[in-house]
């Protein structure tokens, strides 16, 4: 496997579900990402990672909890969810350092929420 | 008002023509400006990078930044149809003092008909 990888790729899940998206880079990153991304909306940075530390928490609901165990995995745990928060959930990585920023995506997980 | 506005499209053009996409933006703080291709039910990629003002071209594309307008677009030439996608354009302050994360356009989806 190379690059980005995300799982599932789609999931369909009640209000009252816990399930769990896996986010996993091949790229020797430092900085791995979550992004809500919605129709018709700028995609929306959830959490940032440096070197396995949460640095950023962008007012996310506590329903949402991400879990960074090393530099290469990150998962993102989903309990008692709302209608509205079906959306691309997208993972990224980037150096973390780089003045640019450059962010590698996965493919998302297409999450449903019932 | 939005911090980075994108017309979200969609764009129709046939195969040959020249496209132009664009966007504008409220914070000159912003220092580095990014464009994004994603194809239907995959991540966003990273096209190409522009630092502060001016052009620069990588074959097809070439973009374009101008500080003074808050104003950036991203030309296609000679499009074609796997050129078909939503484009999105994203920006950063710059690296040491300012915000790191990544400001998100809406995207445009262009379509190019054969």
């Known amino acids: 496997e190379t690059g980005v990888t995300q799982t599932p790729r789609h999931l369909v899940m009640g209000m009252t579900n816990k399930k769990s998206l896996k986010c996993e880079q091949h790229?020797?990153?430092?900085?791995m990402y979550w992004y809500k991304q919605s129709a018709k909306k700028p995609l929306e940075l959830m959490f940032v990672?440096?070197?396995?530390?949460?640095?950023e928490n962008n007012s996310v609901p506590s329903r949402f909890s991400p879990e960074c165990p090393n530099s290469s995995h990150l998962f993102l745990h989903l309990h008692t969810l709302q209608p509205e928060d079906s959306a691309l959930y997208l993972c990224a990585s980037g150096s973390g350092s780089s003045l640019v920023n450059e962010q590698f995506f996965g493919p998302g997980t297409r999450l449903t929420v019932l | 008002q939005k911090e980075v506005e994108q017309d979200p499209g969609p764009l129709s053009v046939p195969e040959g023509a020249i496209v132009s996409l664009n966007c504008t933006y409220s914070n000159s703080a912003f220092q580095y400006f990014m464009w994004y291709r994603q194809y239907s039910r995959k991540g966003p990629e990273l096209l190409m990078y522009?630092?502060?003002?001016g052009n620069k071209e990588d074959g097809r594309f070439t973009a374009q930044v101008d500080k003074s307008s808050k104003y950036i677009s991203l030309f296609i030439r000679d499009s074609q149809p796997s050129d078909s996608a939503t484009y999105l354009c994203a920006m950063k302050e710059s690296g040491d003092t300012g915000r790191r994360a990544l400001t998100f356009g809406s995207g445009t989806r262009l379509q190019v008909q054969p």
């Open positions: 990672y440096n070197f396995k530390e949460q640095t």
């Open positions: 522009t630092y502060s003002s």
């Open positions: 790229l020797g990153h430092n900085a």
